[in-house]
């Protein structure tokens, strides 16, 4: 399994911008897919934004289309969450995950094999 390790989380105010990293180590990083996914207190996880092995391949929840971007670096083995146009109802904490499932695509959090720790994003109002 690969090592996942979550970073970038802080406190912004609504419409304010952030980007989250996530490291990678252990396994060869481009043999897996990438994802991220959010808890928010008292609600279940869900499905945030998925990236294929090369990059060339993006999927977003509909909540974050259009404001959130993810990418990958392969060669610094980090995925990114760049997210634009905050609202309070993206507070949460956001996970990094790791498959090699070619699955990924549908977003599902049980075809993850390899998690992150967690870091906390809050977006006040």
């Known amino acids: 399994q690969v090592q996942l390790v979550e970073s970038g989380g802080g406190l912004v105010q609504a419409g304010d911008s952030l980007t989250l990293s996530c490291a990678a180590s252990?396994?060869?990083?481009?043999?897996?897919?990438m994802g991220w996914f959010r808890q928010a207190p008292g609600k279940e996880r869900e499905f945030v934004a998925v990236i294929g092995w090369s990059g060339s391949r993006t999927y977003y929840a509909d909540s974050v289309k259009g404001r959130f971007t993810i990418s990958r670096d392969n060669a610094k083995n980090t995925v990114y969450l760049q997210m634009g146009s905050l609202k309070p109802e993206d507070t949460a904490v956001y996970y990094c995950?790791?498959?090699?499932?070619?699955?990924?695509?549908?977003?599902?959090?049980?075809?993850?094999?390899?998690w992150g720790q967690g870091t906390q994003v809050t977006v006040s109002s």
């Open positions: 252990g396994r060869t990083f481009s043999g897996y897919a």
């Open positions: 995950a790791a498959t090699t499932s070619v699955r990924y695509a549908y977003g599902r959090g049980g075809d993850f094999g390899s």
